[in-house]
């Protein structure tokens, strides 16, 4: 195993310990520096970060020209679950995947998914077996190759300061669920910054009861611990991706958003912390 490596469990194991929102924080970064040494480091900065950094640039610069040949949409698809699969297996961090087989995956559901870590993205691209849509903030455009990807590939974009300018975005998002295609959303609206599950938006319903389409709550356990905020350093160490029954939203109108966001919440937190008591009980 990989320098460093932890295993899911002792995920399970940190969440049966109760603590406080004040403490929180700092009994995390005081267990991943015991856990994770320079040899870590150096391994993440001169090793894992340019690798993706490299891909990202590479893939990047060849998808430009081949996606005007053919179904652009489709082909640069391809494109991302190829780099997100390098990218899972640079870091040296498999994915366990549960609850995939029990739903119906050519239907076109909404996928909330909880928003860890930067790394959210590419474990749902690896390890979803078809083509979806995600939901984004407007900063991400600014992000080389990135930002180019998500707006060439018809992804959703949300301009949080102003939803007004979101207006296009979201009649197509609707459209395309309407159609077949699914969506990908982060309820959180934005990544935690201490590991535990955060209220959602119930707003990020709006595009589910709009299409009238189910939504299939997804929990990504230990890419926080992989990869938190304002860090480049990128642990190896087991993942996984449960993703749960659908939530029906059939009948439900915009005056339903906060009864389906908590029920999609309590799913998640059912998920996120199976097996465990909930970390902030005391």
Known sequence: MPEGNTSVGEDVQRRRTPRSPHNAESTRQSATARKHGWLSRLRSYLIFDPLIWLYTVVLGTICIPVSYFGD????????????????????????????????????????AANHGSALDIPVLFANLPFQFRIVFKKELLSYPMVG????????????????SRSTTDIRSAVKSLKAGMPLVIFPEGGRTPD????????????????????????????????????TFHIKSRPLEMRVGEPIPT???STRDLEALSAKVHQAMEELYYRGSPHPMSS
């Open 72 to 111: 652009r949409a489709r082909i640069m698809h391809g494109f991302a679950r190829f780099w997100t699969k390098l990218i899972m297996k640079t870091i040296a961090s498999p994915v366990m995947v549960s609850g995939l087989e029990k739903i119906d995956t050519t239907k076109p559901y909404v996928y």
């Open 148 to 163: 180019w990807y998500l707006k060439s590939s018809r992804q959703v974009c949300i301009d949080q300061q102003n939803p």
């Open 195 to 230: 590991g535990e599950l955060k209220p959602f938006l119930p707003g990020a319903f709006f595009l589910a009861l709009k299409a009238q389409v189910d939504v299939v709550p997804v929990a990504l356990i230990g890419t926080f611990e992989t990869l938190p905020m304002n």
């Open 250 to 252: 059939a009948g439900l």
